[in-house]
């Protein structure tokens, strides 16, 4: 399976007992570390308001690593369009990629909950998925609704910070042929005026969708024969109907030839699956602290995990995280990731994996690469 490349996704988590600082030094010796173990991508997550993320900017963040490494790919996943714009979008992506040309991959993602008139059910897949399993045994678990999350007050809260007072979000797939239109440098506005951005305009950037479901991200990546990522760390139970829509929406382009996904997965690996396990404890907890509509709360050590009392409500809330989250020894994680790919069709995986201490998170991708190459 070393043909199929792996990536690695960091939200840049701040732990218990550290700060922002320690995460960002963490990020960049991480970053120079995979680059060494043989990963494909390193992208950056953008979150706000998470006592327990740093990763805020994926550009800053990016042009700090892009200085620390030579030849690994760099990227977001995903900037976040719903309270930016496409010049500010490709003008920063521009700046970076003026001094470490032909490594930065933009990966856009929409911001702000659902599209209106889009609707939350499940759309068909052609794959079936019984007693909550894909064919080849993925596990695919009930869908998760974040309604409580999208009008939550801390939620509303961000989008208000987030954004100049009265200003209203550009359409997403509008939003994005604009920024694809500044990076070729055709873009004319309605009236017929010209805009080039410099640095920005002809820049070696490599655009990828991210999306959840077989939704306007899928269908935006695919009429623009763009590259797609699906979210199995965020949400396992669309990730089917992700890639199936984005296959079915593509259209050859000047990018692409034929459909190119990565799909996701949340992974810590140790020596064996019990240390694995131990080292995984806390993940349940920071989840639950996402999902309560607190922001996330800095990752916890196990034993503080452990002293969480949970309820059956607490354990409803984060199941299909928690149950999706590939833990154990490295054999047994690259059989579940190899099921991930066969399922799913993927082209590459992108590894997600957060630790208490920092040690462990680099060994978790040393033994999974060493594991990956040997196959």
Do not use: C
Not at 18 to 25: N, W
Not at 232 to 244: D, N, Q
Request: glycine share 10%; no cysteine.
């Amino acid at each position: 399976m070393s043909g199929i490349p792996l990536g690695v996704l960091d939200l840049v988590p701040i732990t218990s007992g550290s700060t922002a600082a320690d995460a960002l030094r963490n990020t960049i010796d991480l970053a120079r570390q995979t680059e060494r173990f043989g990963y494909t991508r390193y992208w950056f997550a953008e979150h706000h308001l998470n006592p327990g993320v740093a990763g805020t900017s994926p550009a800053v963040v990016l042009a700090l690593t892009a200085s620390a490494t030579s030849t690994i790919r760099i990227g977001s996943g995903a900037v976040q369009l719903g309270h930016r714009t496409a010049l500010s979008t490709v003008e920063e992506f521009g700046l970076i990629d003026a001094l470490h040309p032909g490594r930065l991959d933009l990966g856009l993602g929409r911001s702000g909950g659902r599209p209106p008139g889009q609707t939350a059910g499940p759309r068909p897949t052609t794959t079936p998925v019984v007693d909550g399993r894909a064919p080849n045994g993925l596990r695919i678990p009930p869908r998760f609704s974040p309604e409580h999350l999208i009008g939550s007050p801390r939620f509303l809260l961000q989008q208000q910070l987030l954004r100049q007072p009265g200003a209203a979000p550009q359409g997403y797939g509008e939003q994005v042929e604009d920024i694809l239109a500044l990076l070729r440098g055709d873009y004319r506005s309605t009236d017929g005026i010209a805009a080039h951005a410099v640095p920005g305009e002809g820049a070696e950037v490599q655009v990828w969708i991210l999306g959840s479901s077989g939704g306007q991200s899928a269908d935006v990546a695919g009429r623009n024969g763009l590259r797609f990522a699906a979210n199995y760390h965020v949400s396992p139970a669309t990730v089917l109907e992700a890639a199936e829509g984005y296959r079915a929406a593509f259209k050859p382009s000047d990018h692409l030839d034929k459909p190119y996904i990565s799909v996701s997965a949340d992974v810590v690996v140790a020596e064996d699956d019990e240390t694995a396990r131990e080292l995984a404890t806390g993940y349940g907890l920071w989840v639950r602290s996402i999902r309560t509509a607190e922001g996330a709360i800095p990752f916890p050590t196990p034993e503080q995990a452990r002293a969480h009392t949970w309820t059956e409500v607490d354990r409803a809330l984060v199941a299909d995280r928690v149950d999706t989250q590939f833990v154990g020894s490295p054999g047994r994680v690259a059989d579940q990731l190899e099921q991930l790919r066969e399922a799913t069709g993927a082209d590459e995986l992108l590894i997600t994996t957060i630790t208490h201490d920092h040690a462990d998170r680099v060994r978790s991708y040393r033994l999974l690469a060493e594991e990956w190459q040997r196959r």
